[in-house]
C-alpha cells in the first residue's frame, strides 16, 4: 500500500477478464479512484496455465485481485468438446490464481453466479447458503471455483451477482433491442425470477468491498425488485420507445408470456429462482445498487444503438 488517496488508501489492483462486461468497469472505477489497476485477459495471463499465473502475479505484485474472468457462455458448456476447457477457465483458472494469492498473501476477490443452487423455490438465497446443488456445467464450474477460494484463503469475497449487463459485451438488452427491431412480435419466459446486475453500478460496489476487509460470501444485483425475463422485456422495451431506439409504438411490439417449458429446451438447465438476498451488504456498510429500472435508464441512453 503506498498513498493515501480521496480517504482510502491506494492500491494495486490484479483485475482478470479485462475485456469482459464487468471486467472492463472493475477497471474504469479503480482508475476513477486512483487505484493502480492493471486488467489483463488471455493474451496477458492465461489462467489455465499455472506458469502463466505464477509469472505475471509475481512481476505485477498486486495487493489484491478481482477475478472476474470466466466461461460464461452457458448453453455452450455443455456441448462435449467445452466442457473441459469451460472446467479449466472457471475452476482450474480460479484454484491457480487462489494459490498465488495465498503465497503472496493478499486479498482475493472471486465472482460468482446463483447457479451455484439449484434454483428451486421461492425464497431468496442467502449468501451463506451452501446448499449447492448446480444444474449445469457452468454452475458446477463455479461452485469449484468458489470452494477452491473459500477453502485456501481467509482473506476473500466471494460476490455472487445474477442476469449482467454491461456495454462492453453481449447481454440480454441488446439481444432484446435486436429482435425488437426487426420483429413485433416475440415470447419471452415468464417463470425464472431474479434481478437485472449493471456492471456499471456493480464496479462501484466491488471497489468499495475490496477497499475493506469486510471478507465473506455477498450477493449483488441491483435493487427495485424481483421480475421475470418477461417483466424485465417489457420495462426494456417501453424504455426504449420512449428513447426513440425502437420505431414501434409500445403497442405495436407484442411480447408473449411463456414458461421455460413452453419456451422449449435449451442445452442448459436454468435456474427457477435466482432471487439473491443482498440485506448482507447493508449490515457491513456498503451501499446497495441502485434500481434496475434506474440503471435500465441510464444504460440505454449510454449505448450506441
Not at 449482467?164 to 415468464?190: D, E, Q, S
Not at 414458461?259 to 443482498?278: C, H, Q, V
Request: glycine fraction near 6%; proline fraction near 3%; charged fraction near 25%.
Amino acid at each position: 500500500m503506498v498513498a493515501k488517496n480521496g480517504g482510502h488508501i491506494k492500491m494495486r489492483i490484479l483485475v482478470t477478464g479485462v475485456k469482459g462486461q464487468l471486467g472492463y468497469d472493475v477497471v474504469l472505477e479503480l482508475t476513477k479512484r486512483n487505484h493502480e489497476a492493471i486488467g489483463v485477459d488471455i493474451e496477458e495471463m492465461d489462467i489455465t496455465d499455472k506458469t502463466s499465473v505464477d509469472r505475471v502475479m509475481k512481476e505485477v505484485k498486486p495487493e489484491a485481485v478481482i477475478h472476474c474472468a470466466a466461461w460464461t457462455a452457458v448453453d455452450t458448456a455443455e456441448d462435449d468438446d467445452k466442457k473441459e476447457i469451460v472446467h479449466q477457465v472457471n475452476a482450474i483458472g480460479t484454484i491457480n490464481i487462489t494459490n498465488v494469492c495465498k503465497e503472496l498473501n493478499i486479498k482475493m476477490m472471486y465472482i460468482s453466479t446463483d447457479y451455484v443452487f439449484d434454483g428451486q423455490g421461492t425464497d431468496a438465497w442467502l449468501p451463506e447458503c451452501n446448499d449447492y446443488k448446480p444444474l449445469n456445467v457452468y454452475g458446477k464450474t463455479k461452485l469449484e471455483g468458489e470452494l477452491a477460494v473459500s477453502t485456501t484463503l481467509s482473506k476473500y469475497f466471494i460476490v455472487r451477482i445474477a442476469w449482467v449487463f454491461g456495454k462492453n459485451g453481449k447481454n440480454f438488452i441488446k439481444t432484446m433491442l435486436n429482435v425488437g427491431k426487426n420483429h413485433n412480435k416475440l415470447t419471452v419466459v415468464n417463470d425464472q425470477i431474479g434481478t437485472p446486475t449493471y456492471t456499471y453500478d456493480l464496479a462501484r460496489l466491488l471497489v468499495d468491498m475490496i477497499e475493506t476487509e469486510k471478507y465473506g460470501y455477498y450477493h449483488a444485483t441491483n435493487e427495485g425488485g424481483y421480475i421475470s425475463w418477461y417483466d424485465f422485456t417489457k420495462e426494456i422495451f417501453r424504455q426504449a420507445v420512449k428513447l426513440g431506439h425502437l420505431e414501434y409504438s409500445e403497442d405495436r411490439l407484442i411480447v408473449t408470456p411463456v414458461t421455460t417449458a413452453e419456451y422449449g429446451a435449451s442445452k442448459a438447465k436454468r435456474p427457477f429462482n435466482s432471487r439473491l438476498d443482498k440485506s448482507k451488504l447493508v449490515e457491513n456498510g456498503f451501499e446497495p445498487l441502485p434500481t434496475w429500472q434506474d440503471a435500465l435508464s441510464r444504460y440505454l441512453k449510454e449505448i450506441e444503438f
